[in-house]
Structure formats: structure tokens, C-alpha cells
């Protein structure tokens, strides 16, 4: 059965702080790792990760993955306050659309 | 502006009626995906149609869930007869695949927030 495993669960930092979330996962035809960001409301796309070793970069936003060790980091830089939200990491496969999601990630930035 | 629209928004209804939720995915888009969000679970997948086919409806309760696409620009989700425990935000979302290549994006709707008193 298809696994994705992210953490923390949980992480409060300060504004200003760096932080690094987790995702690791167990899939059979991996093509691509996505991660969204969800706040009150429905996910939004953040970032779709295919190749090893390659970051990705959205502002203070990063991402990269290791085919080999089949996980990804997401760097947020000098978090602000908006960046409090749920972030989800999905892996999906080479057979169709569908994605498996991991449980989150809850982060809260205080000011 | 394209994006994924669903109806209703919130839907407040009391144990044993039915209840329909819809959904119109992005213009062009030709798999459509329906998730089921609450606390306990996250974010669970449902059912998901390509090309209006029902290609996996292995997450659903089949007794009293049903989905169908009856045309390109429109997706439904029913529950017959809706269960206390069947209270969670429903989001419909939408992808692409073309020319055999699978794109794994998926643009996600406002989402549908059932409660079942």
C-alpha cells in the first residue's frame, strides 16, 4: 500500500525563523512528489517535484527531492505570519492522476 | 479566470437525507477527483473519473455513495442516506492527462462543508 509520512506534525516558530518540513515516502510507480499549502480553505499548489537533486524555489519557498532516499524537504525562509497554514505533501504515480496524501504538517508562525 | 467551482458551499442536513454536491472542473481538464477532509482522517481520496469513466471509487461507502460525471463539465457526488459521520469538507478537484503523459497537478475546488445533524 502507497505510504507518504511527513513531519513534524506539528512546528510553531517565530517570525523570522527558518524551517524545514518532512516527507518521506513508500510508493510503487512514483512519478511526482507535490506539495500544496492549506490554510482555512481548500489546497493550493505550491510545487511538483519529478527530478532528483533539482531545487525548486517560489520566493522564500524551496523544494527538493532524493529519488534515492524517496523523500523531500520544504524550506520556508524568514517565515512571516501568513505563513501559518497546513502544508500536505502528495506523491503521485506513473499508472494515472491520483495522489496520495500525507497527514500534514501544521505550521504556526508567531509574530 | 479558470478554476474549479463547487455547489453548495456549506449544506447543513439531517440524518437520512440525501444529499447531492457538484462540481465543475477546470474548462479542458479531463480527470476529475473527489476527497474527503476531516480531522480524524485528513485528506481521504474518494472516486476519480477520466474522461467522465469511472476509473477508482474504492475509497467510497458504495452502499450510500454514488458518483457521476454526466458530461464533461460536470461531476456529482451523492450520499443516500447521509450519516452523522459522513460530516467533513468534500472537494472536488481537477487534472490533466494528454497524450498518454500524466500530469499530477490537481487544482482543488472551495470545497463543500457537509454537516449531518
Known sequence: ?111 | DARVTQTPRHKVTEMGQEVTMRCQPILGHNTVFWYRQTMMQGLELLAYFRNRAPLDDSGMPKDRFSAEMPDATLATLKIQPSEPRDSAVYFCASGLVLGGRTYNEQFFGPGTRLTVL
Open chain 1, 1 to 111: 500500500e502507497d505510504k507518504v509520512v511527513q513531519s513534524p506534525l506539528s512546528l510553531v516558530v517565530h517570525e523570522g525563523d527558518t524551517v524545514t518540513l518532512n516527507c518521506s515516502y513508500e510508493v510503487t510507480n512514483f512519478r511526482s512528489l507535490l506539495w500544496y499549502k492549506q490554510e482555512k480553505k481548500a489546497p493550493t499548489f505550491l510545487f511538483m517535484l519529478t527530478s532528483s537533486g533539482i531545487e525548486k524555489k517560489s520566493g522564500r519557498l524551496s523544494s527538493i527531492l532524493d529519488k534515492k532516499e524517496l523523500f523531500s524537504i520544504l524550506n520556508i525562509t524568514a517565515t512571516q505570519t501568513g505563513d501559518s497554514a497546513v502544508y500536505l505533501c502528495a506523491v503521485g504515480e506513473t499508472s494515472g492522476s491520483r495522489l496520495t496524501f500525507g497527514e500534514g504538517t501544521q505550521l504556526t508562525v508567531n509574530p
